[in-house]
C-alpha cells in the first residue's frame, strides 16, 4: 500500500513502484515468511484479472513464492480456465471457511480491496498485514472499499522491512478475538 492508502494506481495500474517490482521494497526473508505462513489464498475477481493480464503481457512476472490451494471469488468462469484454482460464489464466509480447511492449519491471505473488505466486515479477519511503501500515489484503488463501515484495530506490530513498513494489526471485531 501507498503511504496513502491505495494498493493499486488508477485504472487498476500496478506498476506504481518507479520502475521497481512491488515486492523489492520489501525484505526477501520478510516477504518468504510471509508466503511460508500462507496455506491457501482467498482472491477477488478484479485481482485475479491483473495478476493474469500482467502474466500474460510478460509471463514470470507475477513470482509470489506460494503454490498451494488458490480460491477465486467470481460470478464468472475464469477465461482462459484454469485447473488449478477453485471459483466460488456467494457467501465469503463459506469462501473463507473453505479456504481455511484447505490452508492445513496455516493462514489463509486474502486479497483484493472488495473481498477483505467484506471479510473485514464480517468479522472474519484475524489480522491485516500491510506493507507501507514510501510514496505518495494521490489517486487509485484505496484499501477500503467504497461504502466500508468503520473497523476499529489493534497495533500489534511494526518494523522495517527493506524500503517497506510492515504493519500488524487485529480487528477488534475479529471473531478470533
Ligand atoms: N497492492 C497489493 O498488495 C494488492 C493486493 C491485492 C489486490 N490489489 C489490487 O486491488 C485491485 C482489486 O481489488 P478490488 O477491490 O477492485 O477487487 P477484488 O476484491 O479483487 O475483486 C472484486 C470482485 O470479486 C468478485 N466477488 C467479490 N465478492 C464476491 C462474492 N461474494 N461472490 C462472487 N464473486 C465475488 C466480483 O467479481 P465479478 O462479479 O466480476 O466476478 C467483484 O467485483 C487490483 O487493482 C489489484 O491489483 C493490490
Known amino acids: 500500500m ?3 492508502g491505495f494498493i493499486a494506481g488508477p485504472g487498476h495500474s500496478v506498476d506504481w513502484g518507479g520502475g ?7 525484505a526477501a526473508e520478510d516477504f518468504l515468511a510471509v508466503a ?29 513464492p506460494f503454490s498451494g490451494p488458490m ?23 463459506e469462501a473463507v471457511a473453505m479456504a481455511l480447511a484447505a490452508a ?4 489463509v491471505e486474502i486479497l483484493g480491496a472488495d473481498v ?11 489480522e491485516i498485514l500491510v ?13 477500503s472499499p467504497p461504502g466500508f463501515a468503520r473497523v476499529d484495530l489493534e497495533p500489534l506490530s511494526s518494523k522495517r522491512s527493506g524500503d517497506a513498513t510492515m504493519l500488524r494489526f487485529r480487528p477488534r471485531t475479529s471473531l478470533a478475538g
Open 2 to 4: 501507498s503511504l496513502d
Open 20 to 26: 521497481r517490482a512491488l515486492s523489492d521494497f520489501v
Open 36 to 64: 511460508a505462513a500462507t496455506g491457501a489464498m482467498l482472491v477477488g475477481r478484479r485481482t485475479w484479472d491483473v495478476g493474469a493480464r500482467l502474466e500474460a503481457e510478460k509471463p514470470g512476472s507475477v513470482d509470489y
Open 71 to 93: 480460491f477465486v471469488l467470481t460470478h464468472r468462469p475464469l477465461d482462459p480456465p484454469n485447473p488449478e484454482v477453485t471459483t466460488l460464489t456467494g457467501d465469503v464466509a
Open 104 to 107: 492445513g492449519g496455516k493462514d
Open 116 to 126: 477483505a473488505g467484506q471479510c473485514l466486515q464480517r468479522g472474519l479477519v484475524d
Open 131 to 143: 506493507h507501507v511503501l514510501p510514496v505518495l500515489l494521490g489517486d487509485g484503488i484505496p484499501f
